[in-house]
């Protein structure tokens, strides 16, 4: 059974249904890809999947080690590249809710790096972390 069931709806545009939930996510193609731009780009779809994903595996781990990072809050930047067309660089500032200790700190540093995602990206895409901690 598939996890996800996508269709092309014309005009540069899909949605994909999650099979289980039934939730869906519509995406367009970008302005300057002669898209619409009014949903998500598909490479938006991707960073916003880095995103999130780093953010699940940094709160699995501060749960496991009696912490919490709740209200954490990303800024997500995505740099194209040409020749041909793809993401070159995902760019992700977080604004981290407090100031941890170092201990804490490293923890949050490596699950980010090690999520899924992350891992799945190919080494040519550059994945900027910038982690802003509350003072």
């Given at each position: 059974?598939?996890?996800?069931?996508?269709?092309?709806?014309?005009?540069?545009?899909?949605?994909?249904?999650?099979?289980?939930?039934?939730?869906?996510?519509?995406?367009?193609?970008?302005?300057?890809?002669?898209?619409?731009?009014?949903?998500?780009?598909?490479t938006d779809m991707v960073c916003?999947?880095?995103?999130?994903?780093?953010?699940?595996?940094?709160?699995?781990?501060?749960?496991?080690?009696?912490?919490d990072i709740d209200g954490t809050?990303?800024?997500?930047?995505?740099?194209?590249?040409?020749?041909?067309?793809?993401?070159?660089?995902?760019?992700?500032?977080?604004?981290?809710?407090?100031?941890?200790?170092?201990?804490?700190?490293?923890?949050?540093?490596?699950?980010?790096?090690?999520?899924?995602?992350?891992?799945?990206?190919?080494?040519?895409?550059?994945?900027?972390?910038i982690f802003n901690y509350k003072?």
């Amino acid at each position: 059974m598939a996890t996800i069931e996508t269709i092309y709806l014309g005009d540069l545009r899909t949605e994909a249904t999650h099979v289980a939930s039934g939730n869906k996510i519509i995406t367009d193609a970008p302005v300057d890809n002669n898209g619409r731009g009014e949903y998500f780009s598909p490479t938006d779809m991707v960073c916003a999947a880095l995103g999130s994903c780093m953010l699940t595996i940094m709160g699995i781990s501060a749960r496991t080690h009696g912490f919490d990072i709740d209200g954490t809050r990303l800024k997500i930047d995505k740099i194209m590249a040409a020749n041909p067309r793809r993401i070159a660089e995902i760019r992700i500032e977080m604004d981290m809710p407090h100031d941890y200790e170092e201990k804490h700190k490293r923890i949050i540093e490596l699950s980010a790096k090690e999520c899924p995602v992350a891992n799945s990206l190919g080494a040519d895409v550059k994945k900027t972390l910038i982690f802003n901690y509350k003072k």
